[in-house]
Structures are given as C-alpha cells and as structure tokens.
C-alpha cells in the first residue's frame, strides 16, 4: 500500500513540474508556441504525419550513431560520433518541449475555455500527465499522439510562411 502512496506522490509532484516547465517554455518561447498552436488548431493530421515520419528519421540517426560509437575502441573516433548523435537527441527533445507546450495549452483551452493562460496550460499539464499515466493506452497511444503532433507542428512551423 505504501508503494502505491509514493508512486501516486511522484506522478502528481512531477505533473506539477511539468507543468512548471511548460509555463516557463511558453513564456519565453511565446512567438514559437504560438505558431505551433496555430498549425495544430488548422492541421493536426498533417502535423502528426510530419512528427511520425521526423521522429522515426532522427530518432534510427540517433541510435545507429550511438551504436556506432560503442562499437568504436578509438576514443577520437568515439568522440567524433557521440556529439551529433546528442546533438540530434537533444534538437529532437528541444522540439519537443515545444511541442507538448503547444499540446497542453490547447488541451487546457479546450477544457477550461474560461481560465486565464497560464491556468490552462497548468492544468493541460495535468490532465495529460494522468491521463498518460493510465497504463497501455495512455503510454502507448495518448501520448505518443500528442508528442508526435506537437512535433510535427514544431516542425512544419519553421517551414512555413508568416502571413
């Protein structure tokens, strides 16, 4: 029982700074996010195409330069192999954060229309961070969906045009 107690302490402490962490990429990235808010609102299929596709791109990059550099005994070569695999990793999961930014601001509007913005994108936060804590569909669909959409949109928002 007490198991339970500290794991539900943990989910709801690290939803909270979670939510902490979006609030603060959502103000210091306003121009960012809101342009990735905008191209979910318009085009969410094309945004999560766009994220699968990316990420499942980056993401092999990744693991082929990482498996690459623990299969090389030279420490040069080792070294030379290691920064663009973290490099990548790190731009993927940088555009991620904005994405999700983006993710939760739109749940939070979504349900708490009424609420100033940072309320929504808290308890967007929230809400997302339990409902993907619900095992198999939260872990493998809610939020694979909502992490490849954001993205997605992240990326189609540096290819497109201001109006």
Do not use: D
């Amino acid at each position: 029982m007490t198991e339970i107690l500290r794991v539900t302490l943990l989910v709801t402490l690290l939803a909270v700074a979670f939510a902490c962490y979006f609030l603060v990429v959502s103000a210091f990235f306003t121009a960012r996010v809101e342009k990735t808010t905008g191209i979910v609102k318009r085009m969410p299929g094309r945004a999560l195409g766009i994220g699968f596709v990316n990420f499942l791109f980056f993401g092999a990059l990744a693991v082929v330069l990482f498996a690459f550099a623990e299969g090389v005994e030279n420490g040069v070569l080792r070294f030379i192999l290691l920064v663009p695999a973290l490099v990548i990793a790190a731009v993927v999961v940088l555009l991620q954060s904005f994405g999700l930014s983006a993710m939760v601001g739109i749940l939070g509007e979504r349900v708490f229309p009424e609420f100033a913005a940072w309320k929504k994108t808290f308890w967007g936060t929230v809400i997302l961070a339990f409902g993907s804590a619900i095992p198999t569909v939260g872990w493998f669909l809610l939020f694979p969906f909502v992490v490849l959409t954001g993205f997605g949109a992240v990326i189609l928002g540096f290819f497109q045009r201001e109006k």
